[in-house]
């Protein structure tokens, strides 16, 4: 099983910038479809962005489309989140989830079967 930590979260500014990464150890991220999720206080977990094991191949939510840049370095056994234009709506904990399957961008939580811990995004006026 492959075990997953993410990191970058923080407090920013509407219409700023950050960036997630997501650092998985114990297999070799090249073997697994990753995708960020984030679930906000009272609300069940949404999918943002997928990108399949040879990163050729990623699916953004429509809400994220255009400001978020999913991106991932097997050597370093690393995925990244870029994100931009930062908008209050985005607050919420940013999870990291692994598959198995390594071409299928899935979007239900159920796709995926290792998560990391969450990183908090807090995006205040």
């Known amino acids: 099983q492959v075990q997953l930590v993410e990191s970058g979260g923080r407090l920013v500014q509407t219409g700023g910038s950050l960036r997630l990464s997501c650092a998985a150890s114990g297999r070799p991220l090249s073997r697994y479809t990753m995708a960020w999720f984030r679930q906000a206080p009272g609300k069940e977990r949404e999918f943002v962005v997928a990108i399949i094991s040879s990163g050729t191949s990623t699916s953004y939510a429509d809400s994220v489309k255009g400001r978020f840049t999913i991106s991932r370095d097997n050597a370093k056994n690393t995925v990244y989140l870029q994100m931009n234009s930062l908008k209050a709506e985005d607050t919420a904990v940013y999870y990291c989830?692994?598959?198995?399957?390594?071409?299928?961008?899935?979007?239900?939580?159920?796709?995926?079967?290792?998560w990391g811990q969450g990183t908090q995004v807090t995006v205040s006026s």
């Open positions: 989830a692994a598959s198995p399957n390594m071409y299928l961008l899935g979007r239900s939580p159920g796709n995926y079967n290792a």
